[in-house]
């Protein structure tokens, strides 16, 4: 079956949720874009409130851009697949799944989030898979949460193990203290997919439970979905899957991920006084990143990027215009890498922007061939 044959046979009949309001303009009356976009605005506003202009372009001087690019683009590209090797992990106790395809899918996800509000690039992806493969949505969504949880659990725990090396110098900021009021909260995700896992009649029975007082179509609705959704967290159940999801995460946050942030601080010429330290301010503000792009934001995470420059850098004695410009070329370079790289990918596989924009009003559980 061709793409376009698998596009006409991908909508879901039933479970079709609205979740932006129909309309080429509808996200205009959607109150959390805006609310993402003020987040944004706020943060630029907060990491550039000190910085004069004039002192922002002198720290563009000077920078080796091209070392920055060549390092950086096979980073970014490195993690995209990497990426859809762990996620080959998570969804072959669902399916087997060529890394192709995941690339695919990983790299559509990305640019929807680049330039479509509210990460929108999650569902986007996991309608995308389910449709090549045939699944149902939700239990590709269940692989993208567990995905995601793991994310967040390496990223909370690379600040926190950062702080420690580092000392109070990084200890002392207000990402650094919400790094580690976030780190318990991590886990209970973690938990609740185990506990999902292990016990799933139990905990879709107490859900049933709660659910009982709305209309029986939405409970049904909710149970049915959240039975196809345990079929996502199959990789739990331990063996190779778990050694090679394990593997994977350390490769991608504690390598290529980590590539264009050491890049940039070669190209900016900031020495904190060993190779050791060096790498270790590097991971800290990779977790950083992963911990601002966590917060509501415009597309592409703009504003809580560049925040999280400025909260890791400034408080290690860098001063904020060189680490406003760091964090604004750093952005721009891994923006229009990810973004220029869905777009090829879409546009070899036959996909269009249109198609994947109408996918993110759709329900993803209901993606079904």
């Not at 690379?158 to 790094?179: I, Q």
């Not at 995700?189 to 185990?194: G, I, N």
């Not at 049904?220 to 999801?245: C, K, M, P, Y």
């Not at 070669?266 to 800290?284: H, K, N, Q």
Request: proline letters at 6%.
């Amino acid at each position: 079956m061709s793409e376009r044959e698998h596009s006409g046979a991908a909508a879901a009949p039933s479970g079709e949720a609205a979740v932006l309001p129909p309309g080429r303009w509808a996200w205009v009356r959607d109150w959390r874009v805006w609310f993402g976009m003020a987040i944004s605005a706020l943060c630029l506003w907060y990491a550039g409130r000190d910085v004069p202009f004039a002192d922002l372009r002198e720290a563009f001087r000077g920078v080796r851009v091209w070392q920055l690019v060549l390092l950086s683009v096979p980073g970014h590209i490195g993690s995209i697949y990497f990426r859809a090797l762990r996620w080959r992990h998570l969804t072959d106790p669902i399916t087997p799944v060529e890394t192709a395809v995941l690339y695919r899918a990983q790299s559509i996800g990305f640019v929807i989030n680049n330039l479509v509000p509210l990460r929108m690039g999650e569902f986007v992806r996991s309608w995308y898979l389910a449709r090549e493969t045939g699944t149902r949505g939700a239990a590709i969504l269940g692989t993208v949460v567990l995905e995601r949880v793991l994310d967040i659990v390496c990223v909370l725990l690379m600040a926190g193990a950062g702080m420690a090396w580092l000392g109070s110098a990084a200890g002392d900021g207000l990402l650094a203290r919400g790094a580690r009021l976030m780190l318990p909260v991590a886990f209970l995700p973690l938990v609740a997919l185990a506990l999902l896992r292990g016990a799933p009649d139990r905990v879709i029975g107490l859900v049933a439970w709660l659910v009982r007082p709305l209309p029986v179509r939405i409970g049904r609705f909710v149970e049915d979905n959240l039975r196809r959704f345990t079929q996502g967290l199959g990789a739990l159940s331990g063996g190779t899957h778990l050694f090679w999801i394990f593997f994977h995460s350390l490769v991608i946050w504690l390598g290529v991920s980590a590539l264009p942030i050491i890049a940039g601080l070669m190209a900016f010429g900031l020495d904190f006084g060993s190779p050791e330290r060096t790498l270790t301010v590097a991971w800290i503000l990779l977790a950083a990143v992963g911990v601002a792009v966590a917060i509501p934001s415009a597309p592409g995470f703009v504003g809580t990027y560049q925040f999280a420059f400025l909260a890791v850098l400034e408080p290690l004695g860098v001063p904020p215009a060189r680490a406003l410009a760091l964090g604004l070329v750093v952005w721009a370079l891994w923006w229009c890498t990810f973004t220029v790289q869905g777009l090829i990918v879409m546009r070899l596989g036959g996909t269009s922007l249109a198609e994947l924009r109408a996918a993110s009003g759709k329900d993803p559980t209901g993606a079904r061939r």
